[in-house]
């Protein structure tokens, strides 16, 4: 019975289709059934060294940081864990699950120039799962990159810094940051309403800034217009409503 057996498997016709090499066919079924990878929830907390951390946004403001960098200096080593918890990063995950600063960029640069390695950070969103392109026109969607010089000029996505240290110095935005500080306007949540006030400080205040001196008297000049009748439409106005008479 063997022997037929064996007989009739030789006469076979030679030309009857083959069967697909057996390894092929386990990767193609592995593939069909691959789970997509797990995203990472809103909210969820991480801790995350500041050389992975990519900026959304062109510049900050020089004299912001410094200041930002006496406030954490001031702290003793006991109380900096919490108050760096109370600061988290905000973050979104990116393609090849990059890591985005979409919030708080002042205290990350601050903190990076320090020499603090590690900072803690929350998340935004994950958007790991999104194509170099998608992911690119969500952000731009949702307000979570502001991709603009220090001229106030905006730029191709592409001249985005690749890291917290290439960020470049707007001095109007530490003008604008200094004029909330000192009661000029109040802190309202919209969409980059320090980027509008740094320009409305722009095209009202001439520069350059570059002493301790020159800014003083900028922040003085900034702090009256920011209360007159000129800015009225900024986020967070909070001078008289009406020209006076």
Same mark, same amino acid.
């Given at each position: 019975?063997?022997?037929? @057996?064996?007989? +009739?498997?030789?006469?076979? #016709? ?21 789970? #997509? ?10 801790? $995350? ?5 990519? #900026?959304? @946004? $062109? ?14 200096? &001031? ?37 990076? /120039? +320090?020499?603090?390695? +590690?900072?803690?950070?929350?998340? &935004? ?18 307000? +979570? ?10 730029? #191709?996505?592409? /001249? ?7 960020m470049r110095d707007d001095p109007y935005r530490s003008l604008e940051a200094f004029v909330q500080l000192s009661g000029g306007y109040r802190k309202v949540k919209a969409?980059?309403?320090?980027? &509008? ?8 205040? /001439? ?37 006076? &008479?």
């Open positions: 019975m063997l022997r037929n @057996q064996h007989t +009739m498997a030789k006469q076979e #016709p030679k030309n009857k289709p083959k069967n697909k090499p057996k390894k092929a066919a386990e990767a193609k079924k592995k593939t069909a059934t691959k789970k #997509p990878a797990r995203l990472l929830r809103e909210g969820a907390a991480l801790m $995350i060294p500041v050389d992975h951390l990519r #900026p959304t @946004q $062109i510049t900050v403001g020089g004299y912001h940081v410094a200041q930002k960098i006496h406030v954490t200096r &001031r702290l003793s080593h006991a109380d900096l864990p919490r108050f760096l918890d109370k600061h988290r990063i905000h973050v979104v995950l990116g393609p090849e699950q990059s890591l985005y600063v979409v919030d708080h960029h002042h205290w990350v640069r601050a903190w990076h /120039e +320090m020499g603090i390695v +590690m900072v803690p950070a929350i998340v &935004r969103a994950d958007l790991s799962h999104l194509s170099e392109r998608k992911f690119w026109q969500q952000m731009v969607a949702t307000h +979570m990159v502001h991709p603009y010089d220090e001229h106030g000029r905006r730029r #191709p996505l592409k /001249e985005l810094p690749p890291d917290i240290h290439a969409a980059y309403p320090d980027f &509008r006030w740094a320009d409305f400080f722009r095209k009202h205040i /001439e520069g350059p800034f570059d002493t301790h001196h020159t800014f003083a008297a900028a922040l003085a000049e900034a702090v009256k217009l920011a209360l007159s009748t000129r800015a009225r439409g900024l986020p967070g106005y909070i001078g008289p409503c009406k020209p006076a &008479r």
